[in-house]
């Protein structure tokens, strides 16, 4: 691990120069050796492990896809392979070197054990394939502490600041990330778990006591967060700051957002966004601006990204759009190579230094397209029309009349062979002209989505609110696919 | 703070002098001067705290109780008088220049000793949550809290540890959380029932292959009746760490017994103690050995719950802790609620060995004690006892007790459901005969499903179920 400040004033030359030392270093000396999957499969495909001398040599090695690694029921252990860990041989050469050692065993036996021990998990979201763990071994989580630390550095948070975390809690990156961050940077913290642990008043009740300076936050539940908190009178006004992880942002979000802070007492938030995976272990931020796009900031010593062609696999150029590969650098415990997360960087990767805060590691742009959360209806057919329902969170969180949504796809009579048909339920500010929205939003829908709504609902909040699961689910449910299957 | 190795092989007497020495300087150092509900109290009661020499002289001072803490509806900020002031700029002393013979040179109070680093709440079992702030120091107490509670528990990294603690910004899943950090053992913080619901948690504990796991009693023994049903094994599993809520030897015995019912490699329970107001929880070695507290962090007292009057060794009474090494929220005698039925033992561990002093029995809630309207006046209900004969049947799965106004007298309706191939009606009458002998109110067994029961005690919904629902008044 290099020191963040000094990567981050490093010429891009030098830290390919780096990348290429390290993936060198971490293909022959970890993975080829300790991990079980890539040893085996470097093997079928004849791929000679010491001819990788650098990142330009990345395309000689094959994608990893969410299905080699997603555990099934016939192979409920499928993850474990890919766990960098010394085979049981190695281990009872080291066992020996340590019993044989009269000075330094001790020392060597606990070296490993830190190295390639794992000491925490955290599991995938998806809901198409069964949650898949990842670990992490004691070397692991200083990464993902110094990770942490990172973030934070780029969003200027520092010891003075007081953050409010309010990620749900789970064995999931989000929450412990920013745990992590808060434990490394030494930024006091209130890990509350979210409002389903807590619940929204006691949360509440906990900004006003603590005063924070920063929350971080889901955009989703953020937004009926600050809509309560205004409806009661809160004071919320030492908020500087607010974070958010688990979707991108939409500009017209980012407004909606601004603007409740406003009224309860906070001016001038500054509305940050991160983007994390569980499979690369950790997040990154996006470079702070209260208007314009500089992308997020990579940690170049734990990772590398590349942007390929989705179809082909080609590489694409700088400031091209791609689909991104992670490929892991220097971890233990779980680590892929030539991961395809499926997410889709619009304006591509950027490798000048950052225009904005001049920070050279590279940079991703701000407009992704994920594809983690949503992808089993990522590309839905609905209606015989491939539907990318991605697009009803920009237009949704957006608009300035909608409090709140959700999207339920059915069958004509709940019939699997019949028609498909899609509603859209909404709860929308008092004084609303509900005859313009729904002309306004059924033409948009059919623009940005190419499906037209079979029927828009008028409800109250609550009720939205409560269809969506917001105090009870980890993570609100936006679309429902409801359609039986035949 | 001491090294653990020393103060557990320490003898009474000497444990009582280091917390004589602690407890005026906690005092004069911190309460006295920097926590501004103490210093008021003082300065409002005429106390002077040098005339509190030691642990003999605490009955001078008067104790600290939840109605003292919880904030009012409109003073949120209220629990911050029981945080103790960041020193300042004023209080730190240059640094004298020169080398100095006799160690560090005193340069005043570190004010990083001092700095809010994070916030957990009490349960809320009772009354409204209150926050309890911690320090960087006090988190390093936690930590060293949880690295004995394990040495106690006897475990090592190589057990691996399914975390079913709820969670919530809470010490019982946070200690446990820096404890396996800490010892480094491979370990999943499920977040409990509510985050994860049974399946995923009885799933990873199959597939982690998990010798120990953390959990609520209530949960676990559902959980262990259910593992057949989800088809998970419990064949890796040695140990189960009892905690969050409070666990009587009935619960052990049963937890046990299931345990080798369903084919657990070994059936060892152990029970850790929590109490969110001393910042860290207390294990025992075996059960029935008492919860080896730490004497130089929390000094206990137990007391009569009502007079208020310090009892002796081994008598029962309500728990009492004063912080001795703390910064961030602290307490001084402050009344915890909970009833410990075989008191305070000082002598050392016949089974550990180890010489600090230990809470014995079981631990009861003081709010599960009830005074119920009776035909010829007032009838004591103890629901901790309820729960005790609850916990001993094998027939039952899930269950709970509400205590109902009524005419002539209150009454006790115990709704239950057994547990798979039990003849229910047979349940219900043995039980409504038991129960009428044992408790001297009416009582009603009535059965019920599983969806009925886990949603009225709030399975998967609350930190730990509800199962005694007092419904006098709704």
């Known amino acids: 691990m290099e020191n963040w400040d000094k990567l981050s004033k490093m010429p891009y030359k030098e830290i390919k120069e780096m990348q290429d030392r390290k993936l060198r270093a971490f293909i022959a000396n970890q993975i080829y050796l300790y991990s079980p999957y890539y040893k085996e499969r470097l093997k079928e495909e004849n791929i000679d492990p010491f001819k990788i001398k650098g990142i330009d040599d990345l395309r000689h090695l094959p994608f990893t896809y969410k299905w080699d690694i997603a555990p099934t029921d016939e192979e409920p252990q499928k993850a474990k392979d890919f766990v960098i860990r010394p ?22 036996v606990e070296e490993k054990v830190f190295d390639f021990k794992p000491v925490h998990i955290h599991f995938t979201t998806g809901r198409t394939a069964l949650p898949t763990p990842f670990v992490y071994s004691k070397r692991d989580l200083e990464n993902i502490r110094e990770s942490g630390a990172r973030l934070l550095n780029v969003f200027e948070v520092t010891s003075d600041d007081i953050v409010v975390n309010c990620f749900p ?14 434990e490394k940077a030494n930024v006091a913290g209130f890990h509350s778990g979210g409002g389903k642990i807590v619940g929204t008043k006691n949360l509440m009740d906990a900004f006003e006591y603590l005063r924070p300076t920063v929350a971080v936050f889901i955009p989703g539940y953020c937004y009926y967060f600050l809509r309560e908190a205004v409806k009661q009178g809160r004071d919320f006004s030492s908020i500087k700051k607010i974070f958010f992880g688990g979707e991108r942002v939409p500009p017209g979000l980012k407004e909606k957002i601004k603007e409740l802070f406003a009224q309860l007492g906070a001016e001038n938030v500054m509305v940050l966004a991160t983007y994390g995976m569980t499979e690369a272990k950790v997040a990154w931020p996006e470079c702070p601006s209260h208007d314009e796009y500089y992308g997020y900031h990579l940690y170049p010593d734990m990772e590398i990204f590349e942007t390929i062609d989705p179809e082909s696999g080609e590489p694409v150029g700088e400031g091209e759009e791609g689909e991104i590969v992670y490929t892991a650098l220097d971890w233990r415990g779980t680590a892929v190579l030539r991961y395809r997360t499926g997410d889709i960087a619009k304006g591509g990767m950027f490798f000048e230094p950052c225009p904005n805060c001049g920070r050279t590691v590279p940079r991703i742009s701000s407009n992704i397209q994920r594809k983690s959360e949503l992808k089993e209806f990522n590309m839905t057919k609905v209606k015989g029309t491939l539907v990318n329902l991605n697009n009803f969170f920009p237009l949704m969180m957006s608009h300035p009349d909608i409090e709140e949504w959700q999207v339920e796809m059915r069958k ?17 500010k008092e004084g609303t002209d509900k005859d313009k929205i729904v002309g306004d939003l059924k033409q948009k829908v059919l623009r940005d ?21 917001m105090e009870t689910e980890l993570k609100e449910k936006r679309i429902l696919d409801n359609r039986p299957t035949g | 703070m001491q090294a653990w190795s020393k103060i557990s092989k320490m003898p009474a007497p000497a444990i009582r002098k280091m917390q004589n020495e602690q407890l005026t300087k906690m005092l004069s150092e911190d309460l006295a001067v920097r926590h501004p509900h103490y210093r008021e109290l003082f300065k409002e009661k005429n106390i002077n705290p040098a005339d509190i020499k030691g642990v003999e002289d605490l009955d001078k001072l008067p104790f600290t109780e939840k109605k ?11 629990p911050k008088k029981f945080v103790l002031d960041v020193p300042g700029e004023d209080e730190l002393k240059p640094k004298k220049k020169g080398f100095s013979l006799f160690g560090k040179k005193d340069t005043g109070p570190d004010p990083s000793d001092y700095s809010f680093f994070t916030l957990y709440f009490t349960a809320g079992r009772t009354d409204k949550p209150v926050p309890i702030e911690y320090t960087h120091y006090d988190l390093n107490n936690l930590k060293e809290a949880g690295a004995r509670a394990f040495d106690i528990l006897d475990l090592s990294r190589d057990d691996t540890l399914i975390n079913a603690f709820t969670y919530a910004p809470n010490v019982y899943f946070w200690q446990m959380f820096y404890s396996t950090i800490g010892i480094g053992s491979t370990a999943l913080q499920t977040g409990g029932g509510k985050v994860l619901g049974m399946e995923k948690i009885l799933k990873a504990m199959d597939s982690m292959e998990a010798p120990a796991m953390a959990i609520a009693p209530g949960y676990c023994r559902f959980a262990l009746h259910t593992l057949e049903h989800f088809g998970f094994s419990a064949e890796n599993l040695e140990r189960i760490i009892l905690g969050i809520d409070y666990t009587p030897m009935e619960a052990v015995d049963r937890i046990s017994k299931l345990m080798e019912a369903v084919g657990a490699k070994e059936n060892r329970v152990q029970r850790i103690y929590f109490i969110s107001e001393a910042k860290s929880g207390w294990a025992e070695c075996a059960p029935g050995f008492g919860y080896h507290t730490n004497p130089d962090h929390v000094l206990i007292e137990i007391v009569d719950p009502d007079s208020g009057e310090v009892k002796g060794e081994g008598e029962p009474g309500e728990v009492v802790i004063t912080h001795l090494d703390a910064k961030g929220t602290t307490f001084l005698r402050y009344k915890t609620g909970d009833i410990a039925t075989g008191g305070l033992a000082t002598e050392p561990c016949p089974n550990c060995k ?9 631990i ?3 709010s599960l004690y009830f005074d119920l309207k009776g035909k010829d006046g007032t009838v004591s209900f103890n ?18 007790a509400e205590i109902n106004s009524g005419d002539p007298e209150d009454t006790l309706k115990v709704v239950v459901k057994g547990v798979s191939g039990t003849d229910e009606q047979a349940l219900q009458k043995d039980l409504q005969e038991k129960l009428h002998d044992q408790f001297s109110i009416p009582v009603a067994v009535e059965l019920s499903s599983l969806d009925a029961v886990a949603n009225t005690i709030g399975m998967e919904k609350f930190i730990t179920e509800q199962t005694i629902l007092d419904k006098r008044n709704s």
């Open chain 2, 364 to 366: 009861e809630r003081k």
């Open chain 1, 449 to 469: 989505t190419e499906v037209s709504l079979t029927d828009i609902i008028f409800k109250s909040v609550p009720e939205v609110v409560s269809q969506l699961g």
């Open chain 1, 87 to 108: 085979d049981e041989e190695v281990s009872e050469k080291y066992g020996h070197l340590a019993k044989m050692s009269m000075t330094g065993g001790k020392a060597m």
């Open chain 1, 412 to 428: 004509r009579n709940d019939d699997p062979f019949d028609l498909d048909e899609i509603y859209l339920y909404l709860a929308v």
């Open chain 1, 169 to 182: 809690f789970a064995p999931h990156l989000a929450f412990w990330q920013t745990f992590f961050a808060g």
């Open chain 2, 354 to 362: 180890r010489t600090v002093p230990r809470i014995m029995g079981d």
């Open chain 2, 68 to 78: 003292d803490i919880v904030a009012p509806e409109d003073n949120p900020e209220h």
């Open chain 2, 383 to 400: 629901a901790n006892e309820l729960r005790k004969v609850m916990f001993a049947r094998e027939d039952v799965l899930l269950w709970y």
